[in-house]
């Protein structure tokens, strides 16, 4: 018997992680770092889904709470809590998320388009949905997580100031108690 090969299937490789119990994935190389979850800045007339900035190695890096983004109940950080930063629109990006699951490869073949009647706000955010190993894990369209409104807004938001704006309001608060 001869040892026939069978063409190889194109793979998509994917950071999987969970946001409100459900799965959902992100294309490996739009992740750049997975962080844990630490305190962020607050930034004034930012966007409510915007948790604030983070420093991360010299560079401000705004974050996105996907659980308020994705419109699911919020619940304490804990030490399964993730930040991962990804690209996004030439910029970094942090995310959060209730926990980090794997790497995974699946096949290309494994991904479907989302069901028609998904609709509403999730459904502006879904790439496709991937089957594996009986899973079923929600493709993310990254570059879809915000509307160019909330990229505006965001890029508006004084993220350079944060930290100097609430050490300002502060400040007043300490004056005003001590008068």
Request: charged share 25%.
């Amino acid at each position: 018997m001869r040892n026939v090969r069978q063409a190889a299937v194109p793979q998509v490789q994917l950071v999987t992680f969970s946001v409100g119990g459900e799965e959902f994935g992100l294309d490996v190389f739009s992740v750049h770092e997975i962080l844990r979850y630490q305190e962020v800045t607050p930034v004034p007339r930012a966007p409510a889904f915007v948790e604030g900035v983070l420093d991360v190695r010299g560079t401000v890096v705004p974050v996105v709470d996907l659980r308020r983004r994705f419109e699911v109940a919020q619940i304490g950080y804990d030490d399964e809590t993730r930040i991962v930063l990804v690209e996004f629109a030439g910029e970094r990006l942090g995310l959060v998320v209730d926990s980090v699951t794997e790497v995974l490869r699946a096949p290309e073949t494994s991904i479907s388009a989302p069901p028609a009647y998904i609709k509403g706000l999730s459904a502006e955010f879904i790439r496709g949905i991937v089957r594996h190993n009986g899973r079923l894990i929600i493709l993310m369209d990254l570059d879809r997580i915000l509307s160019s409104e909330e990229r505006i807004a965001l890029e508006s938001a004084d993220l350079e100031s944060a930290d100097l704006e609430g050490a300002d309001v502060q400040a007043a608060e300490g004056v005003a108690e001590g008068a």
